[in-house]
């Protein structure tokens, strides 16, 4: 079964952070490079990271240096460590593979970040 889902976000106020989780069928996962894309209200989706298998990582450059993704290969996951958090990142949050698949994506998480 193909299944994607995103958890950890919430409110958040800025300067602040969390972390997010994706949790993969092994399908999607395994050998395959994954991301995590948003959508702000409004706005159509974007990339905000991605990691290759062999963890080469490639970040947009509103989120470089602030937010970090991992991923552990063993337990099909996918993390985003998402610091000095800006309202301007308020968004849902998705993960998928890179380049995403139409039908990947999940519900998201929600990330709010109060100014």
């Known amino acids: 079964q193909v299944q994607l889902v995103e958890s950890g976000g919430g409110l958040v106020q800025a300067g602040g952070s969390l972390i997010l989780s994706c949790a993969a069928s092994r399908s999607i996962f395994s050998r395959n490079a994954m991301g995590w894309y948003r959508q702000a209200p409004g706005k159509q989706r974007e990339l905000v990271a991605t990691m290759t298998s062999g963890g080469r990582t490639n970040y947009a450059d509103s989120v470089k240096g602030r937010f970090t993704i991992s991923r552990d290969n063993s337990k099909n996951m996918v993390y985003l460590q998402m610091n000095s958090l800006k309202p301007e990142d308020t968004a849902v949050y998705y993960c998928?593979?890179?380049?995403?698949?139409?039908?990947?994506w999940g519900q998201g998480t929600q990330v709010t970040v109060s100014s």
């Open positions: 998928n593979q890179d380049p995403p698949r139409p039908g990947y």
